[in-house]
């Protein structure tokens, strides 16, 4: 709901939300080990996922204007 709140919020717009029980097989929690991203490769993002969010929501509404 975070992630919907933050996109909203960059958008300026409201979602519809139809909020549905749990369904079978549905993962409540899931977690990344980036570990090996940072050792392979040496990189560690610096930009949280709110700023993440909030770019990609700047581009997404230059990008439909054109």
Known sequence: ???IEVLET???KKSEK?????????????YADV???V????????MNINQGVEN??????EYNEQ
């Open 1 to 3: 709901m975070d992630y």
């Open 10 to 12: 960059s958008l300026g």
């Open 56 to 61: 990609f929501s700047l581009w997404y509404k």
């Open 18 to 30: 139809e909020l549905l029980p749990l369904q079978p097989g549905y993962v409540p929690d899931t």
């Open 39 to 46: 050792e392979l490769f040496g990189y560690k993002s610096s």
């Open 35 to 37: 570990g090996d991203l």
